[in-house]
């Protein structure tokens, strides 16, 4: 492990030591659901739709027998969500008639399913302990694209393979975590805290704006 690698642990580990899910959920189905709903939307608002969601529809067999129209009111608060609802009572349909109404913890059955991608499959087996793995959500990505881990052009699933191979295989799950606070709180999509970042010797981002500001 690089000498970068240890200081991005130790800086992370330091700056938030209790960086988990902020999802609510209590089973694989409902850890699914909300993973799922929380595409382009903040996870506080997926908290706030999926007590009520889970209430009407409690398990993949009551969700499968959903219309889509009636899916959409417990989350219309939330972005995307035609075409969320729509998803949802697919996934329900299949996990139903495919899974006997288990929700698969295979990654491969997982993607498989209408909504899921490897962003969300990864989330999904990590919250659930089924493997261990460095999900790459757009905080991730844009991270360690600055950090110079991954190029610009790099997809998700090939970030991930670069920081599975960066960082030691217990460190995954909270290094995700951790990742996801660093970038809500400092390293922004705009306007980045970099003052307040530790990282700023590793960083290329950094070098890049404070050469050109030097200017």
Sequence with gaps: MTTKSKDIIAFLGETYPHAGCTLNFNNAYECLVAVMLSAQTNDNAVNAVTPALFSAYPNPASLAKAKVEEVEPYIA????????AKNL?????????????E???????????????VKTANVVLMELKARPAFAVDTHVARIYKRLGYAKESD??????????????KEKWIDLHHQSIAFGRSICKAIGPMCDKCKLSGHCLYFKKTSSTIGK
Excluded: D, T, W
């Design 89 to 101: 009572v697919a996934m329900a349909q299949i996990v139903v008639s495919s899974h006997q109404g």
């Design 103 to 117: 929700i698969p913890l295979v990654f491969e059955e997982l993607v498989s399913l209408p909504g899921v991608g």
């Design 77 to 84: 608060r939330l972005g995307l969500y035609h075409n969320k």
């Design 155 to 168: 997809s998700p699933i090939a970030e991930m393979k670069k920081l599975e191979k960066a960082f030691p």
